[in-house]
């Protein structure tokens, strides 16, 4: 069964006690007003949470477990904002983008500057395969915007949205491919290769992208002067790629508006505001577009989701 939940209330650190008594957390701090939601559940033997917060820092001292006691291991999928995750004395910075992995059986601190959104796949480390690394490997930030980590971050992804219309055995059996994904995102990293610098640069583009997405001017005139470059060479980074820039602006923004459909903290604001805020001024469109994207209207989908 998945479960969702919303902060609701008066300062921050009601809220904090709300966030706390839900995730077991031993401390959170919200730096901001915005209120925090999850959606989430258990899939089989694994754990999908999809949290979006404000500005924030959660501090884990105790040691955490999956369900069952077994140690485990917490991949997190950085999907809007950035966030510093410290572990065993090491910290590394996680953009919009990238994953990296927590050992659960240590101690860790997050810290986000500002609103973030992470989806988290907690894995028993008997799931994992047998090679044993050091905290250094796991928090390494990867990208997973193409290759197997790009598979195993849609499908776990689709599988916490929709996964409330699934049977428990549906669940279980979504759980034992998401952990052979995992298995094949592992065994398929290429961390000692050399960089790619394309792909750097068509990180930082996306990062762009992903810091305007509410500006309806954003195109890719305004992104090639950020870069002190041409449209053409900011065109030539996604050559290849499932998507043109201006193609991924408007994918960006339609995942931003579906997110933000189904997140409890924004429940009262309508769906045509929600479209104005990531840069939809015609809701008509908006809607024609969403269909097309997703196979139903917007309406539609939120009610779906509230039902389940």
Same mark, same amino acid.
């Given at each position: 069964?998945?479960?969702?939940?919303? *902060?609701?209330?008066?300062?921050?650190?009601?809220?904090?006690?709300?966030?706390?008594?839900? *995730? !077991?957390?031993?401390?959170?701090?919200?730096?901001?007003?915005?209120?925090?939601?999850?959606? @989430?559940?258990?899939?089989?033997?694994?754990?999908?949470?999809?949290?979006?917060?404000?500005? #924030?820092?959660?501090? +884990?001292?105790?040691?955490?477990?999956?369900?069952?006691?077994?140690?485990?291991?917490?991949?997190?999928?950085?999907?809007?904002?950035?966030?510093?995750?410290? =572990?065993?004395?090491?910290?590394?910075?996680?953009?919009?983008? +990238?994953?990296?992995?927590?050992?659960?059986?240590?101690?860790?601190?997050?810290?986000?500057?500002?609103? $973030?959104?992470?989806?988290?796949?907690?894995?028993?480390?008997?799931?994992?395969?047998?090679?044993?690394?050091?905290?250094?490997?796991?928090? !390494?930030?990867?990208?997973?915007?193409?290759?197997?980590? =790009?598979?195993?971050?849609? $499908?776990?992804?689709?599988?916490?949205?929709? @996964?409330?219309?699934?049977? =428990?055995?549906?669940?279980?059996?979504?759980?034992?491919?998401?952990?052979?994904?995992?298995?094949?995102?592992?065994?398929? /990293?290429?961390?000692?290769?050399?960089?790619?610098?394309?792909?750097?640069?068509?990180?930082?583009?996306?990062?762009?992208?992903?810091? !305007?997405?509410?500006?309806?001017?954003? /195109?890719? @005139?305004?992104?090639?002067?950020?870069?002190?470059?041409? $449209?053409?060479?900011?065109?030539?980074?996604?050559?290849?790629?499932?998507?043109?820039?201006?193609?991924?602006?408007?994918?960006?923004?339609?995942?931003?508006?579906? #997110?933000?459909?189904? /997140?409890?903290?924004?429940? $009262?604001?309508?769906?045509?505001?929600?479209?104005?805020?990531?840069?939809?001024? /015609?809701? +008509?469109?908006?809607?024609?577009?969403?269909?097309?994207?997703?196979?139903?209207?917007?309406?539609?989908?939120?009610?779906?989701?509230?039902?389940?």
């Amino acid at each position: 069964m998945l479960h969702r939940f919303a *902060t609701h209330a008066m300062n921050r650190t009601e809220r904090s006690r709300q966030w706390c008594a839900l *995730t !077991r957390a031993d401390h959170v701090e919200f730096a901001d007003d915005r209120e925090a939601s999850l959606r @989430g559940g258990d899939f089989g033997q694994l754990r999908l949470c999809l949290v979006s917060m404000g500005s #924030h820092r959660v501090v +884990q001292t105790r040691p955490a477990e999956a369900s069952g006691g077994a140690p485990a291991l917490k991949f997190l999928f950085q999907e809007e904002g950035n966030a510093t995750v410290r =572990q065993g004395g090491l910290e590394n910075r996680i953009q919009a983008g +990238q994953w990296c992995a927590i050992r659960k059986d240590i101690g860790y601190e997050i810290d986000a500057p500002g609103p $973030s959104r992470q989806l988290s796949l907690t894995v028993p480390c008997e799931l994992v395969p047998a090679q044993r690394r050091g905290i250094q490997w796991w928090r !390494r930030p990867r990208g997973y915007l193409r290759g197997a980590a =790009q598979i195993l971050h849609a $499908s776990a992804s689709a599988s916490v949205l929709s @996964g409330g219309s699934l049977s =428990q055995k549906n669940c279980e059996q979504l759980g034992g491919q998401l952990a052979q994904m995992v298995e094949m995102t592992l065994c398929s /990293d290429t961390q000692d290769s050399f960089p790619d610098l394309r792909e750097e640069r068509r990180r930082a583009v996306l990062e762009f992208i992903d810091d !305007r997405l509410a500006e309806s001017g954003l /195109d890719v @005139g305004q992104i090639a002067h950020e870069f002190g470059c041409s $449209s053409r060479t900011i065109h030539k980074l996604f050559e290849g790629e499932a998507h043109t820039v201006g193609r991924a602006i408007w994918e960006r923004r339609l995942e931003r508006c579906r #997110h933000d459909m189904i /997140d409890p903290s924004l429940a $009262s604001r309508s769906i045509t505001q929600i479209a104005h805020h990531w840069g939809f001024s /015609d809701s +008509q469109h908006f809607s024609r577009a969403f269909k097309a994207r997703f196979g139903i209207t917007p309406r539609e989908y939120r009610t779906l989701y509230i039902l389940n």
